[in-house]
């Protein structure tokens, strides 16, 4: 194989892997690892009980759209979206992590030094 043809495939082997889709964050945990998509039930059993817990109503938005639903239609057509926070203190030396549930599920799992 010549020199440029394998610069070339090189190229477009970092290419390819730049564009590949970011993996979910995951939260190791004494009993296993919390992703996506997992239940309270999951993670409270894989991580054992928060050190902080924070329940919310999440504005319903309309499809396709960053504008919420209007009060009044929001609380008696709409209902909101129910929406929990737990915390966990991972030790020193480690970022604490927020898991956030939308409908019973991991949505989302965030890093930092402190609760945002």
């Known amino acids: 194989m010549q020199a440029s043809t394998r ?29 996506e998509g997992d239940s309270r039930l999951s993670v409270a059993y894989k991580c054992g009980q928060p050190l902080l817990q924070d329940a919310f109503c999440a504005p319903v938005y309309y499809s396709q759209s960053l504008n919420p639903v209007p009060e009044p239609f929001a609380s008696v057509l ?18 604490m992590a927020t898991v956030r549930f939308r409908g019973g599920r991991v949505q989302a799992i965030v890093y930092g030094r402190v609760p945002r």
């Open 7 to 35: 610069k070339g495939a090189l190229v477009w082997a970092a290419l390819l892997w730049v564009c590949l889709p970011a993996s979910a964050e995951s939260l190791r945990c004494d009993s296993g690892i919390v992703g």
């Open 78 to 95: 709409v209902p909101c979206q129910p929406v929990e926070e737990w915390l966990y203190d991972r030790g020193a030396g480690n970022l």
